[in-house]
C-alpha cells in the first residue's frame, strides 16, 4: 500500500511545485527618471482579494554613493507601480536632500534593490521576493 502511494505523493509534489512556481511574484524592471518619481513593474499583477497585502521597498545607491530608501504598499491592481520619491511632505526635507533625491536617476545609479513583502512590518522574513539592478542593466 505504501509503495503505490509514493509515486501519488511525488506527482502531487511536482504539480504543486510547478504551479506555485508560475504564480510567484517577480520584479521584472525599474524606472528611475530625474524628478520625483520612479515606478517599478511586476510579472503580474498583485490579485485584486489581496492587493493590500502586499509592500514594497526600494534602496537606491548612485555612483557617488548617495543613499535612499523609499517604501510603500502595493495597492493597485496593475503590475506596475509609479510612486514619489518623497515618502514624506517637502517639510520633512532640507532644499538639499530633495535636490539629491530628485536627481537620482538610472544615468547615476549603482545599485538598485527592489523588495516584496507580506507584511507592513518589512522584516526579512516577510520578503516574498528581491531583485537587485545594478548599473549594468540600466546601460
Excluded: H
Excluded at 506555485?20 to 515606478?39: H, T
Excluded at 523609499?70 to 514624506?88: E, P, T, V
Aim: charged letters at 20%.
Amino acid at each position: 500500500m505504501k509503495k503505490a502511494l509514493l509515486p501519488f505523493i511525488v506527482l502531487t509534489a511536482l504539480l504543486t511545485t510547478a504551479s506555485c512556481s508560475r504564480n510567484r511574484l517577480e520584479v521584472v524592471s525599474v524606472e528611475v527618471p530625474a524628478g520625483s518619481d520612479f515606478s517599478f513593474c511586476l510579472n503580474q499583477p498583485v490579485q485584486p482579494d489581496a492587493r493590500n497585502q502586499f509592500y514594497y521597498s526600494i534602496y537606491l545607491v548612485t555612483k557617488d554613493n548617495f543613499r535612499y530608501t523609499r517604501d510603500g504598499i502595493l495597492a493597485d491592481s496593475s503590475s506596475c507601480y509609479s510612486q514619489s520619491k518623497f515618502q514624506y511632505s517637502d517639510a520633512a526635507y532640507t532644499e538639499g536632500s530633495m535636490g539629491a533625491i530628485r536627481n537620482i536617476s538610472t544615468s547615476n545609479l549603482d545599485t538598485c534593490l527592489i523588495q516584496i513583502y507580506k507584511d507592513s512590518g518589512l522584516a526579512e522574513e516577510d520578503v516574498i521576493t528581491r531583485k537587485l539592478f545594478t548599473a549594468e542593466d540600466f546601460k
